[in-house]
T-cell receptor, first 113, second 115 residues
């Protein structure tokens, strides 16, 4: 069966350091992968999309890599700030139907001053 | 505000009652999605619409669930004969599927509690 796995333990990190989150998937061959941020009691907010032919993508302090051989994506937050504290979700479209997303359970990031 | 809106934000109902949620997507978006999220889990896909056509329904969506998107604008999700297992956050999202843009914009969700 198709599965998306993210670190279930919260990631506690000091302000200014780089947070690295992992998303592993099995039994998929996705054309693209997305990362979202979710704050408590709110809906997810889109951050980045990376395609299968892209190895790396950046947006401000965020960087995403996509290794289709390892079936893994890494999400980095550089120079982390307390405002980056949230749960980060990775999502795949299992049928490449442009929108029917399957999400991982998310990894909570806590950035302390 | 031009984002996705959902109403109500919270709903408490007794088991066996029917409930209906509304989602107003971003106006120019042609796709609308419904997801369900329980504590500690990511959102689970329920169904989606391309304009007014419902294109796919998840196996999670039992016969007690029905969704509509009349005229391709707002959407409603109805749950009949609610059960305690229906307690969750119901999220709506919309997107404009054109070219290579696939990101989804989520609403704040409707939290359902079935007592």
């Amino acid at each position: 069966s198709q599965k998306i796995e993210q670190n279930s333990e919260a990631l506690n990190i000091q302000e200014g350091k780089t947070a690295t989150l992992t998303c592993n998937y099995t039994n998929y061959s996705p054309a693209y992968l997305q990362w979202y941020r979710q704050d408590p009691g709110r809906g997810p907010v889109f951050l980045l999309l990376i395609r299968e032919n892209e190895k790396e993508k950046r947006k401000e302090r965020l960087k995403v890599t996509f290794d289709t051989t390892l079936k893994q994506s890494l999400f980095h937050i550089t120079a982390s700030q307390p405002a980056d504290s949230a749960t980060y979700l990775c999502a795949l479209d299992p049928t490449d139907s442009w929108g029917k997303l399957q999400f991982g359970a998310g990894t909570q990031v806590v950035v302390t001053p | 505000d031009t984002g996705v809106s959902q109403n109500p934000r919270h709903k408490i109902t007794k088991r066996g009652q029917n409930v209906t949620f509304r989602c107003d997507p971003i106006s120019e978006h042609n796709r609308l999605y419904w997801y369900r999220q329980t504590l500690g889990q990511g959102p689970e896909f329920l169904t989606y619409f391309q304009n007014e056509a419902q294109l796919e329904k998840s196996r999670l969506l039992s016969d007690r669930f029905s969704a509509e998107r009349p005229k391709g604008s707002f959407s409603t999700l109805e749950i009949q004969r609610t059960e305690q297992g229906d307690s969750a956050m119901y999220l709506c999202a919309s997107s404009l599927v054109i070219g290579s843009s696939y990101e989804q914009y989520f609403g704040p969700g409707t939290r359902l509690t079935v007592t």
